[in-house]
């Protein structure tokens, strides 16, 4: 049988790889104030009626909407100011508060305890999450 010989130098880096690999899923059960950048992802022309998709937490931020594009919102915690006109906005998650400049077709809130209001516009409006507030400013 062949001798075993160690190295000092491999046992020092499997040691740090294990104890790292250990550590992978601790932490509190709360989640850090600002988990995830905001994410606006377009088709490369964006134009009129090109989707707009918002999802971040923790988050404090200005969209623009242009004029008649569709904005989904997620996550959870965040405060948005919409500007422009939007053809229709669907916003999912919780605890989210979203100042609407206009919205001109459809309002859809799911999720829970978010806070949306809008300033003009006559948009079809379905709440289908819980504990949600709705407004006209």
Do not use: K
């Amino acid at each position: 049988m062949p001798a075993v010989r160690l190295v000092p130098g491999l046992i020092a880096g499997l040691g740090a790889a294990a104890l790292t690999l250990s550590l992978v899923g601790c932490g509190s059960d709360t989640a850090p104030e600002n988990t995830a950048a905001p994410t606006t992802t377009t088709p490369a022309r964006a134009g009129a009626g090109s989707a707009l998709h918002y999802s971040s937490f923790g988050t404090e931020a200005d969209i623009d909407c242009g004029d008649g594009r569709a904005l989904d919102i997620s996550g959870s915690n965040n405060t948005l100011r919409v500007v422009g006109n939007c053809a229709s906005v669907s916003i999912t998650g919780a605890d989210n508060r979203v100042q609407l400049e206009r919205v001109t077709d459809a309002l859809e809130v799911g999720g829970l305890n978010n806070t949306v209001a809008y300033v003009d516009g006559e948009p079809d409006i379905v709440n289908s999450g819980t504990g949600n507030r709705i407004r006209r400013d």
